[in-house]
């Protein structure tokens, strides 16, 4: 299998043809700052006691919005995220979840330097 890009282009590009640079700095303004509330509302959801339900609804949320910015790393461990939460496979779970954090901080690094060269 062979590991995603962190972002694609493509995704950006189509964005931009969508809506031009307007559209695409506020998709990337809203992934910048929802994909943290996000990752903590998994890790939340995976703690001892905590609501497995919620992990499961975030990582659905964060695959989405992921996929739509191109971050395509992230995109395909929530997906993997969401699967095993459904499952209730707790172990797994908390593995992606590592994953997805690591994932996360090299797309967060990638789109702030898309969104800075945005005119």
Known sequence: MTTPPVVDSAA????????????????LRLFLENAKERLEQVRQGLAPGGDLDEAHRSA?????????????????????????????????????????????VAADAALTRVLESLP
Do not use: I, Y
Request: no cysteine; proline share 0%.
């Open 12 to 27: 950006l590009d189509r964005l931009t043809e969508w809506g031009g640079d307007k559209l695409l700095r506020q998709m």
């Open 60 to 104: 659905h949320a964060l695959k989405s919005s992921a996929a739509n910015l191109g971050a395509m790393q992230v995109s395909a461990l929530s997906a993997e995220l969401e699967a095993t939460t459904g499952a209730g496979d707790l172990e797994r779970s908390r593995e992606l979840a590592d994953a997805l954090v690591e994932a996360h």
